[in-house]
């Protein structure tokens, strides 16, 4: 004689496989655990949307100067979701910029106790760390970055803690291996001619200036951004001559950034009569001159 099963209707759950609780002849499954997942899903997904959003907003805030409301609203996000490392990295990134280096170096750390491996707070650890002047113990983290991802940026990071410790060699290696990959030229000219001058090889030094001068920008902002760094590293004498060398060029003789930085550079040098000079060609402001 067969055992009679009880008749098993689509839509109706099973007794078997209920909890005791539920073993009703007829009781449809709760739904509500999957209208839960579900719910828990949209939340996640507008989590997301939320901390773009966040992120987004914050970046437009310090565009605009106002860092201490972006990093409010950061803190702020911050404190509903304690564990999101995308909002922890730019909140770093915020106070490193400010030169908040402990608030900086604290959410960097926090990154890495969640993921050894996470790039942004590799890099925001290494950032901070050489800023406290201590670029022996920033080399390790921008290795580790480095092999998380490559990148010209953290070669140039690399080579500029190279720099710190007087290691010109190995500075000139990972500048190479940045240019490579389509480093930004100004900033690789400029670690090369420091490089080379830490390693007294006045050719390689005169070969990237040369390289600099044949490659200036002539738009005058963007000149002036590529050619100050280099000349504030020179010693005063070698770069006023070089500074004046490129007011005449046609279109810069009278190159506000250069005149200024000539003026600061002879009255390091004594020579407060030509930095008066200096000052008297710098063109005046547009509001005087509408007066």
């Avoid at 565009?63 to 990295?89: F, H, V």
């Amino acid at each position: 004689m067969v055992a009679h099963r009880p008749e098993h209707r689509p839509g109706t759950a099973s007794p078997q496989r209920l909890p005791s609780s539920h073993r009703r002849s007829g009781l449809r499954r709760d739904p509500r655990p999957r209208l839960e997942n579900r719910r828990r899903s949209m939340t996640s997904m507008q989590q997301q949307e939320m901390f773009g959003d966040v992120l987004a907003r914050a970046r437009d805030l310090v565009r605009r100067g106002r860092a201490a409301e972006a990093r409010e609203i950061l803190e702020a996000a911050l404190r509903q979701n304690p564990d999101n490392r995308r909002l922890m990295a730019a909140l770093a990134d915020l106070h490193y910029r400010n030169q908040r280096y402990r608030e900086a170096a604290a959410l960097a750390g926090a990154i890495l106790r969640r993921d050894p491996n996470d790039p942004r707070g590799l890099v925001l650890m290494g950032n901070v760390l050489r800023e406290r002047r201590k670029p022996r113990e920033a080399l390790p983290y921008f290795e580790l970055a480095l092999r998380v991802a490559e990148t010209d940026y953290l070669w140039l990071r690399l080579a500029r803690c190279h720099l710190d410790l007087r290691e010109p060699a190995q500075a000139l290696a990972a500048i190479g291996r940045a240019e490579t990959l389509g480093g930004p030229l100004h900033e690789i000219l400029r670690l090369r001619a420091e490089a080379a001058r830490q390693s007294g090889d006045n050719a390689l030094e005169q070969e990237t200036l040369r390289r600099a001068e044949a490659s200036s920008p002539a738009d005058p902002r963007k000149f002036a951004e590529f050619w100050l760094p280099l000349l504030q590293d020179l010693p005063p004498r070698r770069a006023l001559i070089l500074s004046e060398r490129l007011r005449e060029r046609p279109g810069q003789e009278t190159h506000p950034d250069l005149l200024r930085l000539e003026a600061r550079l002879l009255r390091r040098l004594r020579q407060p009569d030509e930095a008066a000079a200096r000052e008297a060609l710098l063109p005046l402001p547009a509001a005087r001159g509408e007066k």
